[in-house]
Nanobody, 121 residues
Framework: QVQLVESGGGSVQAGGSLTLSCVDSGYTYSRFHMGWFRQTPGKEREGVAAVSIDGHTTYADSVKGRFGIARDNAKNTLFLRMNSLKPEDTAMYYC???????????????WGQGTQVTVSS
């Protein structure tokens, strides 16, 4: 069973960087496509970045060139490196595991609890 736990969120000034981590304690991580999503109150959850089982990466247009997703299958860990952060990146960030290599939240079956990222101007 997949059990995802995110960490690494926090408060940062615009232009700063953060790295989020997501560990799967269920030890089934390598079987799934993985993604990072974010959500702000009153808005739908949106896909930020995804990495397939074989390492193919996909990014939302809003984060291309600023964010980098990576997976370490040996450590059952997913990362999201966020550079040049903007106030509009403020959100709760979730990692997820699924059977499809997409940025659509509906394609992901397993979710972590989320970690808050706040970017001040």
């Amino acid at each position: 069973q997949v059990q995802l736990v995110e960490s690494g969120g926090g408060s940062v000034q615009a232009g700063g960087s953060l790295t989020l981590s997501c560990v799967d304690s269920g030890y089934t991580y390598s079987r799934f496509h993985m993604g990072w999503f974010r959500q702000t109150p009153g808005k739908e959850r949106e896909g930020v970045a995804a990495v397939s089982i074989d390492g193919h990466t996909t990014y939302a247009d809003s984060v291309k060139g600023r964010f980098g997703i990576a997976r370490d299958n040996a450590k059952n860990t997913l990362f999201l490196r966020m550079n040049s952060l903007k106030p509009e990146d403020t959100a709760m960030y979730y990692c997820a595991a699924g059977s499809y290599d997409t940025l659509r939240p509906a394609d992901y079956a397993y979710w972590g609890q989320g970690t808050q990222v706040t970017v001040s101007s």
